[in-house]
């Protein structure tokens, strides 16, 4: 992400100009759009870089910001952007960058780059003990991020995060109060400001533009929110992996018969249609039929946050991408971590061993991108038996519920007027102010 300063032609001192530029991933587009329209209602000009093919998908962003009359403007650039010749730091701006990690994850990232933590590690299931962290920390190589899973990534990574450590200062999606301790503890080793202005996802506030963020839901939402509103109160699992994530068909259909054997009502997103014709002939054979008075199937998108934030819903199985989690949160719900990737198994830590809001599924290592993997990494009956403890009645899981009920209006008060998170905009938005003026 990248800041200019513009004058805004009146009083003749300079409006803040953010100008966001998304890495082009879902899970970093959509909590962009979203800092775009925070940063446009607290007084801010953004301009919103992305392609014309990814332009297309934000058509809802685009109208609803200009329904609320916000200074928002996406501008449509072809790759690559080396290209257009610009000077190489040479224009003074300060950067910011936005990696889309939370501060715990930020801080393990740190570390293990740093400390070279990884590299003679050659046993995956060795118990490696993140040194300098401030909570004791142990996972596995097989879980650590680095362990990624394109080929031929890992440089590129590299190189893109030295040029992060660079930057001026970090913005998060999280808030303070979620995870004070290891957001102070990442702005003193990484020596750089990091700004909560999280959940961002809270900048939503009615259905119409949660149920558009991201991309067109396949489905019709009346009919979804219709279903919902026939369950009772936090009744309901809710079950998807984001955007990236690619289960393979013999893990998705696992997972249905544990959900199935569960006998709980639940939304399961999943990736079927004739691009995965296993999956379809085997929901079409019989699961769609057992299961359809309490199961509903959204094939592709779905309206994540609508759903998430419906009163039916009462727990949350979730890969652990930032955003999910940080939604997951918003909802109030406790959730059921089933990481497949990146640093989904740090959050899931966060989750589960820290903020104690949720239960693992018991993921040992990463799901591989595109790979043969033909594996069922997690059983029906782990899946039946997680289901059964979060949506159950034991005194745990009532912990549980109350703990993430408490988390979420920790997050409202911190988004809101005056809280952490909405004062952390205007200190951030003041500060780029007066360093394009000091500038001239
Ligand atoms: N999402 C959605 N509908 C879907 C899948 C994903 O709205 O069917 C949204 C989800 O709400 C979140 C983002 O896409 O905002 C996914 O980001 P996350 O960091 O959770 O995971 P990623 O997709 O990057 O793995």
């Not at 449509?76 to 952007?81: D, G, I, N, T």
């Not at 290209?83 to 190489?88: A, K, S, T």
């Not at 224009?91 to 939370?102: A, K, N, V």
């Given at each position: 992400m990248t800041f200019a300063g513009s004058g805004d032609g009146e009083s003749g001192s300079e409006r803040a100009h953010f100008v966001l530029v998304p890495m082009m991933a879902q899970g970093h587009t959509i909590p962009m759009t979203d800092m775009a329209r925070l940063l446009a209602e607290h007084g801010a000009q953004v301009s919103f870089i992305t392609t014309p093919v990814n332009a297309a998908r934000l058509e809802g962003f685009?109208?609803?910001?200009?329904?609320?009359?916000?200074?928002?403007?996406?501008?449509?650039?072809?790759?690559?952007?080396?290209?257009?010749?610009?000077?190489?730091?040479?224009?003074?701006?300060?950067?910011?960058?936005?990696?889309?990690?939370?501060?715990?994850s930020s801080l393990v990232r740190y570390i293990i780059f740093h400390n070279n933590l990884l590299e003679h590690v050659t046993d995956d299931n060795e118990l490696i003990t993140i040194p300098g962290f401030p909570t004791l920390l142990e996972l596995t190589k097989a879980k650590l991020p680095g362990t990624l899973c394109v080929p031929g990534m890992e440089q590129i990574r590299e190189k893109m995060y030295e040029e992060e450590l660079r930057c001026d200062g970090e913005i998060t999606n999280s808030f303070k109060e979620l995870e004070t301790l290891y957001i102070e503890s990442y702005e003193q080793i990484a020596r750089k400001k990091v700004w909560t202005i999280g959940p961002m996802c809270l900048c939503h506030r009615n259905s119409n533009t949660t149920a558009a963020r991201g991309n067109k839901a396949p489905m019709d939402e009346a009919q979804c929110l219709q279903w919902l509103d026939s369950r009772k109160p936090g009744s309901?699992?809710?079950?998807?992996?984001?955007?990236?994530?690619?289960?393979?068909?013999?893990?998705?259909?696992?997972?249905?018969?544990?959900?199935?054997?569960?006998?709980?009502?639940?939304?399961?997103?999943?990736?079927?249609?004739?691009?995965?014709?296993?999956?379809?002939?085997?929901?079409?054979?019989?699961?769609?039929?057992?299961?359809?008075?309490?199961?509903?199937?959204?094939?592709?998108?779905?309206?994540?946050?609508?759903?998430?934030?419906?009163?039916?819903?009462?727990?949350?199985?979730?890969?652990?991408?930032?955003?999910?989690?940080?939604?997951?949160?918003?909802?109030?719900?406790?959730?059921?971590?089933?990481?497949?990737f990146a640093e989904q198994f740090l959050n899931e830590k966060l989750v589960v061993d820290v903020l104690k809001l949720g239960v693992e599924v018991g993921v040992q290592g990463v799901t591989q991108w595109g790979s043969e993997q033909q594996e069922v990494m997690v059983t029906r009956d782990a899946v039946e038996t997680a289901v059964n403890t979060l949506m159950g009645e034991g005194e745990a899981t009532e912990e549980l519920r109350m703990r993430a009920e408490d988390c979420a209006i920790k997050a409202r008060r911190a988004f809101d007027e005056e809280g952490s998170s909405y004062n952390n905009v205007r200190l951030l938005i003041q500060e780029m102010e007066n360093k394009t003026n000091a500038c001239g």
């Open positions: 685009t109208a609803d910001v200009k329904a609320a009359g916000l200074a928002v403007q996406l501008v449509e650039l072809h790759f690559p952007a080396a290209e257009f010749g610009l000077p190489d730091g040479e224009l003074g701006i300060p950067r910011l960058t936005f990696s889309g990690f939370c501060g715990f309901v699992i809710f079950v998807s992996f984001g955007s990236l994530a690619c289960t393979t068909p013999q893990q998705i259909v696992e997972l249905g018969l544990g959900l199935e054997a569960s006998k709980k009502p639940f939304i399961w997103v999943i990736k079927a249609g004739p691009k995965f014709p296993e999956v379809e002939e085997w929901l079409a054979d019989g699961f769609e039929e057992r299961v359809k008075d309490r199961g509903m199937i959204i094939r592709g998108w779905a309206p994540q946050v609508m759903i998430l934030w419906h009163q039916a819903i009462g727990g949350f199985v979730t890969h652990c991408g930032w955003n999910s989690t940080i939604e997951g949160i918003c909802a109030g719900v406790p959730m059921i971590t089933w990481p497949h």
